[in-house]
């Protein structure tokens, strides 16, 4: 059974940066052709992707959030994280961290993060 | 403002049936597969179509998917009270190297 779980703080302060983690298991982060993106939601909002992280290490970032975002992954802890400085108060969304092999897979259970002072 | 456009709302009641359009342009829809999501107030989106027309294990045949150009669509046949919902179109885009989703569509069933 393939899941991904999110965890991290829940709420941080405006300029501060976010650090999130995302655990999988059930597969692998070397499987050819896997990535593990992250993917945020505005309450009341659509879903906007964030990065991806691919099985070889090659990697993607959303045009408009790239100088802020930064992800990595440890296939020895089966760990993907993702870093977004500069918090601001409309980065305030649920994360969800993704499996993308056709398409986004399968989704994590999300952790809503508050920005707020 | 989203990159795939997507009706806010529909409706329809039990046994009907309902499509959502999803348009978009040759980067995304125009040249890769389209993706339906569908999600529950509090709850993850769960993968409902993927490569335009094809249905995840588990999915009621109800739903079904298909492209035409640069736009996609969902069709839910046999609408039940259940499926009330909100809906997303997704879709790879190749000017931006990343995934795009529609704002969404909140379907009633009245």
């Known amino acids: 059974q393939i899941t991904l779980k999110e965890s991290g703080p829940t709420l941080v302060k405006p300029t501060q940066t976010l650090t999130l983690t995302c655990t999988v298991s059930g597969f692998s982060l070397r499987s050819n052709g896997v990535g593990v993106g992250w993917i945020r939601q505005p309450p009341g909002k659509a879903p906007e992707w964030l990065t991806l992280?691919?099985?070889?290490?090659?990697?993607r970032y959303s045009p408009s959030l790239r100088s802020r975002l930064t992800v990595t992954k440890d296939t020895s802890k089966d760990q993907v994280v993702l870093t977004l400085t500069n918090m601001a108060p409309v980065d305030t969304a649920t994360y969800y961290c993704?499996?993308?092999?056709?398409?986004?897979?399968?989704w994590g259970q999300g952790i809503l993060v508050t920005v707020s002072s | 403002q989203s990159v795939l456009t997507q009706p806010p709302s529909t409706s329809g009641t039990p046994g009907q049936r309902v499509t959502i359009s999803c348009s978009g342009n040759t980067s995304n829809i125009g040249t890769n597969y389209a993706y339906w999501y569908q999600q529950f107030p509090g709850t993850a989106p769960k993968r409902l179509i993927f490569r335009n027309d094809q249905r995840p294990s588990g999915v009621p045949d109800r739903f079904s998917g298909s492209k035409s150009g640069t736009s996609a669509s969902l069709v839910i046949s046999g609408l039940r009270s259940e499926d009330e919902a909100d809906y997303y179109c997704?879709?790879?885009?190749?000017?931006?190297?990343?995934?795009?989703f529609g704002g969404g569509t909140k379907l009633t069933v009245l």
């Open positions: 997704a879709a790879w885009d190749d000017s931006l190297s990343g995934w795009v």
């Open positions: 993704v499996r993308i092999k056709y398409g986004p897979e399968n």
């Open positions: 992280i691919y099985w070889d290490d090659d990697k």
